[in-house]
């Protein structure tokens, strides 16, 4: 079945230290890759997607992933974290024959300054 | 920048009630969406709507809910009678391409 994975629950980070926030998914083609940010209350906002081409995207608000083929991995990243980046940060996938996404669970990132 | 807006933002009915949760995508997609996130669950995949029609519907899409895009504008969704664990946040999405997906701010829908 398909399903994405986003192993890490809660992250911590210092305001201007790096982050990483690791997606799984599994299924058997390539699918499209997203990343959306819900901050409290709010509704999703898309940060980035992957369709073809190029393994690097880039995104808003400083946020980059990279789609790894072969880690069947999309994670995501930022090399300086601000305080508004607290949020709930979800992976999504799209199968290419479907019209529907997949959620992750979501991990939701804290920031101390 | 264009966003997909949705109304109300905070709906309280009673269990039995028909709601309607509104949404106004932006305006030149061709994919229609709703997704409903139960609290401190996953997002999950409701309906979507292309051409005029439901092109995908998930098994929490059963008869008491419905979809509409009755002026070009709007789209709809309707719940006929409301249970308890339709308690949700409701969100509207549109895209102009299949499988990308811009996210209203969400109906948050407590049934009581």
């Known amino acids: 079945a398909q399903s994405v994975t986003q192993p890490d629950i809660h992250i911590t980070v210092s305001e201007g230290a790096s982050l990483e926030l690791r997606c799984n998914y599994s299924y058997g083609a390539t699918p499209y890759l997203f990343w959306y940010v819900q901050s409290p209350g709010q509704g999703l906002q898309l940060l980035l997607k992957?369709?073809?081409?190029?393994?690097l995207v880039q995104g808003i608000k400083g946020f980059e992933a990279e789609f790894k083929r072969s880690q069947s991995s999309f994670n995501l990243r930022k090399p300086s974290v601000h305080w508004s980046d607290a949020a709930e940060y979800f992976c999504a996938v799209g199968p290419y024959n479907t019209d529907k996404l997949i959620f992750g669970t979501g991990t939701r990132l804290q920031v101390f300054p | 920048e264009p966003e997909v807006t949705q109304t109300p933002s905070h709906q309280v009915t009673q269990m039995g009630q028909e709601v309607i949760l509104r949404c106004v995508p932006i305006?030149?997609?061709?994919?229609f969406y709703w997704y409903r996130q139960i609290l401190g669950q996953k997002v999950e995949f409701l309906v979507s709507?292309?051409?005029?029609?439901?092109?995908?519907k998930s098994e929490i899409f059963d008869d008491q809910f419905s979809v509409e895009r009755p002026d070009g504008s709007n789209f709809t969704l309707k719940i006929r009678s409301t249970k308890l664990e339709d308690s949700a946040m409701y969100f509207c999405?549109?895209?102009?391409?299949?499988?990308?997906?811009?996210f209203g701010q969400g109906t948050r829908l407590t049934v009581v």
């Open positions: 992957y369709f073809s081409g190029d393994t």
């Open positions: 709507f292309y051409n005029n029609e439901i092109s995908e």
């Open positions: 305006s030149n997609h061709l994919y």
């Open positions: 999405a549109s895209g102009l391409q299949r499988g990308e997906a811009f």
